[in-house]
Nanobody, 121 residues
Framework: QVQLVESGGGLVQAGGSLRLSCTAS???????????YRWYRQGAGKQRELVAT???????NYADSVKGRFTISRDNAKNTWDLQMNGLNPEDTAVYYC????????????WGQGTQVTVSS
């Protein structure tokens, strides 16, 4: 099994920045099998949406709403991946979840507990 723990959420004014971190721990075998490292978010009354992805090769993808403002990165040695969020606006207010996806004998999918990001206007 794999456990994911997020940190770094909080309250920030519009235009400010926050950095979220996700730390993975658990089975070395499964940690090495993770191929996609993701951040999702879910605002109040909204569906969960994919914000950013970084794959094992370091290729990144972003939701259109955060392109140019958010940056996802990964530290292989520490089994962590971060989401640097700049230029925050109230529409970014949500609970942010990290996610680890991979395949062994079948697809596996692990989630963190979520961290609240609130952007005040």
């Amino acid at each position: 099994q794999v456990q994911l723990v997020e940190s770094g959420g909080g309250l920030v004014q519009a235009g400010g920045s926050l950095r979220l971190s996700c730390t993975a721990s658990g089975s070395t075998f499964r940690l090495n099998a993770i191929s996609r490292y993701r951040w999702y978010r879910q605002g109040a009354g909204k569906q969960r949406e994919l914000v950013a992805t970084i794959n094992k090769g370091g290729v990144t993808n972003y939701a259109d709403s955060v392109k140019g403002r958010f940056t996802i990165s990964r530290d292989n040695a520490k089994n962590t991946w971060d989401l640097q969020m700049n230029g925050l606006n109230p529409e970014d207010t949500a609970v942010y979840y990290c996610n680890a996806w991979g395949v062994l004998d079948m697809v596996f999918d692990y989630w963190g507990q979520g961290t609240q990001v609130t952007v005040s206007s």
